[in-house]
């Protein structure tokens, strides 16, 4: 199995006139991905890779059955797609587009609350289900997604969209192999976080460990920690932490919107010390997560 999504999910890509929506087309097709519809205003009976494009989400559902939607649309549009889609009834979005301000990105998380529906992003890559289908631009093209995303037992979090390609392609080597992978975006506020996900991983057979790729820079790592420690788990969780620097280097900022450490809570060193005494274990070098989560399936066996 696999979270989130599988070989039967649909979905539409808004803004897929767009140059780099449409090459995320190609890839999400040429990867065996259901993309049944695109939306663009003003665009409606054009195609693209024979993906029929229509003016608006509810075209689109008319035409077929849509499970979820990629939001690859220009910043200031993109809070209006979201609001879109998740009123026309989609209950899942992977949001692609950065540089969205707070506030509107707050708006769109309880909108989605509201109306039962998840958020994946935004500033992200979004979800691959190895062996079965992916929704955004994970992967990249279809060679360097077969390589570095081998169906397995590991479920991988990141908040780096590269970083989610560089673990699960380690993984991959060492013939652990990926249940399903979520860039979770890097913006300081998101529609799923590592805690809201690890439930999902939690119910998936497939899935037998855990490893997530996290910076400093906001809350999450702790909420996972008050998590696990919270409510236990059953999969071996291995973390790696990036920007350790950035803690002997006040006001220095990791690439991502989201890693401003704006307190003690938000460093590196506080964000370790918490996973690990909710039992997670920490890896120096991304080379060292295969043996990590090899150790600890072992422990449990």
Known sequence: MSILIDQDTTFIIQGITGREAVNMTRECLDYGAKVVGGVTPGRKGRDVYGVPVFDTVRQAMEHTRVDGAVVA???????????????AG????????????????????EFAALRGARIIGPNC???IAPGKTKMGGIGGTIDSTRRAFVPGVVGVMSRSGGMTTEICNTLSAAGLGVSTAVSIGGDPIIGSTYAELLPLFEVDPQTKAIVIYSEPGGPMEAQLAAYVKEHGTRLPIVAFMAGRFMDEMPGMRFGHAGTIVEGKADTSVEKIRRM???GIVVAEEVSQIPALVQARLAAQS
């Not at 989609?90 to 998380?109: F, G, Y």
């Open 90 to 109: 989609i209950k899942l979005l992977v949001v692609v587009t950065e540089r969205l301000p707070r506030s509107e990105v707050a708006q769109m998380v």
């Open 276 to 278: 690990e005494e909710a």
């Open 73 to 87: 649309v220009p910043p200031a549009f993109a809070k209006d797609a979201v609001l879109e889609a998740i009123d």
């Open 125 to 127: 890559l979004g979800i």
